[in-house]
């Protein structure tokens, strides 16, 4: 699984830019599906993730090290367990709209949305 590759290296401090873009895709999706009422528990979790996931962000925008808190870490492996269990509770058809709809949510908010230069 691709966010448990990029967990673990920034877990070891060795997280690119693309790593956190994955996690982050990730976190949103499923805060979309718990917005939704597909796993609402997630969102303590979603929460919690973006928190570290943004400081994660702007600790990179100064140091050019990728890597996360043991706070963050441990929201990232509920988060993917969460994920799992979102994404099997539902038919693939089901899935892609939310995929659809996550991205339609993120152009629609840019003003929200935390990018790394």
Same mark, same amino acid.
């Given at each position: 699984?691709?966010?448990? =590759?990029?967990?673990?290296?920034?877990?070891?401090?060795?997280?690119?830019? &693309?790593?956190?873009?994955?996690?982050?895709?990730?976190?949103? %999706?499923? &805060?979309?599906?718990?917005?939704?009422?597909?796993? =609402?528990?997630?969102?303590?979790?979603?929460?919690?993730?973006?928190?570290?996931? #943004?400081? =994660?962000?702007?600790?990179?925008?100064?140091? %050019?090290?990728?890597?996360?808190?043991?706070?963050?870490?441990?929201?990232?492996?509920?988060?993917?367990?969460? =994920?799992? %269990?979102?994404?099997?509770?539902? #038919?693939?058809?089901?899935?892609?709209?939310?995929?659809?709809?996550?991205?339609?949510?993120?152009?629609?908010?840019?003003?929200?949305?935390?990018?790394?230069?």
């Amino acid at each position: 699984m691709t966010e448990l =590759a990029a967990l673990e290296s920034m877990t070891k401090g060795q997280g690119t830019v &693309q790593d956190w873009r994955t996690l982050v895709d990730l976190l949103n %999706l499923s &805060q979309m599906m718990g917005w939704s009422g597909v796993g =609402a528990e997630v969102l303590p979790v979603c929460e919690k993730a973006q928190e570290g996931l #943004h400081k =994660a962000a702007m600790r990179y925008q100064e140091t %050019l090290i990728m890597g996360l808190d043991g706070v963050t870490i441990q929201a990232i492996r509920d988060l993917i367990e969460y =994920a799992d %269990l979102q994404q099997a509770s539902i #038919h693939r058809s089901e899935f892609e709209k939310f995929v659809e709809k996550t991205r339609n949510y993120i152009k629609g908010n840019g003003n929200r949305v935390v990018e790394i230069t």
